[in-house]
């Protein structure tokens, strides 16, 4: 349900990381690894399901609008996810 904007007391930016600041230029990223990435947490961080769920709720617009500056590679098996880079 929308809120009036005076229920809040402050607002902030909605910037969003370039591939460039977000990406080493020598690896490739999962989208799970880059939802963690765009929060500010490690790669490799443990998440409950739920914290995950709403994390790729940003990482795979995210991916998409940056579609230009990625490639991807394929995932190693049938259940893993693809891998994210930035393209040279």
């Known amino acids: 349900m929308p809120r009036p904007k005076s229920d809040f007391d402050t607002f902030h930016p ?17 989208v799970y ?9 490690d790669p490799d961080a443990a998440l409950d399901q739920e914290t995950e769920d709403i994390l790729l709720d940003w990482a795979i617009p995210w991916v998409m609008r940056n579609s230009d500056d990625l490639v991807i590679a394929e995932p190693a098996g049938d259940d893993e996810p693809g891998y994210y880079g930035l393209k040279e």
């Open 14 to 30: 909605c910037d969003f990381y370039e591939p460039d600041e977000l990406l080493d230029d020598d690896q490739m990223y999962t």
């Open 33 to 41: 690894e880059i939802a963690r990435l765009l929060q500010g947490l």
